[in-house]
């Protein structure tokens, strides 16, 4: 191994570190137990988990605002956004309760109806085009499907409470670290037998699914067309299920691999309504406020903008001793926590002598194919569908769900894939739209809204070549162009508009390739494979040194239970040391 690590100029004495932080105005100090790499809401509750432990942390964040991806920022004065993620549902339901986040200020607006698709299509003897609209109340949804397909009417209940029973037999494992698979297979008999216990998690996720463990293999690798035509007929219905399966990956209906992908955004809860999404007031950053709030009040130091780690702090005997800044203070510590990516944390934030040549080359493989261009609009008036009209600017109960443009038929899903597979972003792309000013009043001005755009299908290399300005504006023309054709006026009430192709979306937010789950969601990189067969414990080939971020189980957009999980591993270590 490699001696301590400096980066240079870094031999500055400890006794020198300042002040640097616009947070509490808490001095940052020499020594630590615990350094959280990256502000984001799942490290945050992870340092609450850790304080609470008996370990003073500290959370590092580069960027001067908290949250990692679940931020807000005001792009255009009056309008404020959730600039990169933008809806909740995935944070565990124990740990909203046990940080008392309801407490520190978070305030969700719960949306209902969930889900809309507008038509393309002429209506009939002067009715406007058709559209489905689904939410929680079961009647209004066989009759929004039965427009399409009496039979696929019929069938929905049944397909939605099979899907709950898969999603809630997944919990157990969201809640715990991945099988122990080197404990159990060697060493003593008595560490044998402690490894054993976390089979415990795989054995209850078993008992769950009872009769349907066959049910739940094919999900999490058929292709979801196969589990969606076997159930219904309309393709309204199928292409709107459909793009669950294909949102943040870039994957097809038609892919192995995508159902799993449905069932990961279904497996969330939200004031205990399963599957349920919701605004957080004052945009995503609220939820990271009130998580930082409540880490705060168990005593984590938390610290942004000047507190740019450069690289972990690798000592003579291997082990991570803490951090060097970019600006070369050093910070001590036990044990290092990393939020970021894996290959960030591994490749840019560790010395590479303290890693073998075969590891870097492992992850050097992960992939982190992203799909998405993140398109946040400011609007003078609220965007009004051929599709359901409302009068004077009013807001409908559709304006409140995730609307589907471009969904009418999964062939338009499959083509827009092809597309972005091929280097070319989609000419008719996937949009998935949310307006969540319409139930958020704080967001926006009054008789302005703010409109997120998630778009689907685009490369991270546009033939061969990086993103230019001109791309990047001519893509927003596209789906401006698609999003106009379903409500006509909209273009005309822009008056700003912040777009992130996927280099952007890295660089900004730290995602390695754009990708917004920190790493596909694949089933070669899922559970005991994330990030890596060998790297799903937390735990790194650098003591002391931990991912706890979403590149490691249960994946992307879960919150809370990565950080959940790596506090327990770090904490149980400690005790053996």
């Known amino acids: 191994m490699a001696a301590a690590v400096w980066t240079a100029g870094a031999r500055r004495a400890v006794a020198s570190v300042r002040t640097v932080t616009r947070s509490g105005h808490t001095a940052l100090r020499a020594q630590y137990d615990a350094l959280v790499i990256g502000g984001g809401e799942i490290r945050r509750s992870l ?6 432990g008996g370990l003073q942390t500290a959370v590092l964040e580069r960027r001067h605002v908290l949250g990692g991806a679940a ?8 309008f404020r956004f959730s600039r990169c993620s933008y809806l909740l549902s995935l944070l565990r339901p124990h740990i909203y309760e046990d940080l008392e986040l309801k407490k520190h200020g978070l305030k969700v607006y719960m949306r209902d109806p969930h889900a809309f698709t507008p038509m393309l299509e002429e209506g009939v003897k002067g009715a406007p085009p058709r559209s489905l609209t689904l939410g929680s109340d079961l009647t209004m949804n066989q009759r929004e499907i039965g427009k399409f397909s009496q039979k696929d009417a019929k069938a929905f209940p049944d397909f939605v409470e099979h899907l709950e029973k898969l999603a809630a037999a997944i919990h157990p494992l969201l809640d715990a670290p991945p099988v122990d698979i080197p404990g159990i297979t060697a060493g003593s008999l008595r560490k044998r037998m402690g490894a054993a216990k976390t089979l415990m998690p795989v054995v209850k996720c078993g008992l769950k699914l009872g009769r349907h463990i066959p049910d739940f293999y094919e999900i999490i690798t058929a292709p979801i067309m196969k589990i969606l035509n076997r159930w219904f007929e309309s393709e309204p219905l ?3 299920l459909a793009t ?6 870039m994957t097809s209906p038609s892919n192995p691999g995508s159902g799993y992908v449905l069932l990961h955004h279904v497996m969330g809860e939200l004031e205990k309504e399963k599957g349920a999404w919701g605004y957080v007031e004052g945009g995503m950053g609220g939820v990271s406020q009130a998580i930082a709030s409540a880490a705060r009040s168990y005593g984590v130091d938390i610290f942004t903008e000047k507190v740019d780690v450069g690289q972990v702090l690798v000592g003579s005997d291997g082990a991570a001793k803490g951090v060097v800044l970019k600006d070369g ?3 001590h510590s036990k044990v290092v926590l990393s939020n970021a990516t894996p290959y960030v944390t591994f490749k840019d934030l560790t010395p590479q002598a303290a890693l073998s040549p075969e590891f870097i080359k492992a992850v050097d493989q992960i992939d982190y194919t992203s799909p998405v261009t993140k398109i946040n609009v400011a609007v003078d008036r609220l965007p009004n569908f051929l599709a359901a009209p409302t009068p004077d600017g009013k807001p409908g109960p559709h ?4 609307i589907h443009l471009n969904c009418e038929t999964v062939e338009v899903l499959e083509t827009a894939y092809k597309e972005a597979m091929n280097g070319r972003p989609s000419v008719r792309p996937m949009l998935e739209m949310t307006i969540p000013s319409v139930l958020d009043p704080t967001l926006a001005p009054p008789g302005g809204h703010v409109v997120s755009l998630f778009t689907q299908f685009t490369p991270y290399h546009i033939e ?3 993103w230019t300005d001109q791309d990047r504006e001519a893509f927003a023309d596209t789906a401006f162009d698609w999003v106009e054709k379903y409500a006509p006026g909209f273009k005309k009430s822009v008056v700003g508009r912040d777009i992130l192709a996927p280099p952007d979306l890295e660089k900004i937010f730290g995602l390695t390739g754009g990708n917004i ?3 596909s969601m694949s089933l070669d990189q899922l559970y005991l494979a994330r990030p890596l067969p060998f790297l799903s414990d937390y735990r790194s080939p650098v003591k002391g040194l931990y991912l706890c971020g979403s590149g490691c189980h249960p994946g992307g957009g879960v919150m809370g239970s990565p950080g959940w999980n790596a506090a327990l591993t770090v904490m149980g270590d400690l005790k053996q040391r």
Do not use: M, N, W
Not at 47 to 52: G, I, P, V
Not at 71 to 78: K, R
Not at 244 to 249: L, S
Not at 399 to 402: G, L, P, Y
């Open 47 to 52: 340092a609450a988990y850790l304080q609470k």
């Open 71 to 78: 931020v807000s920022e005001e792009i255009f004065p009056g």
């Open 238 to 240: 199928r292409a709107t």
């Open 244 to 249: 669950d399966a294909v949102i943040g990956a």
């Open 329 to 331: 203070t050093e910070i």
């Open 399 to 402: 304006h409140q769900c995730s």
């Open 464 to 466: 061969g070549r990086t």
């Open 517 to 519: 789950f920190h790493g």
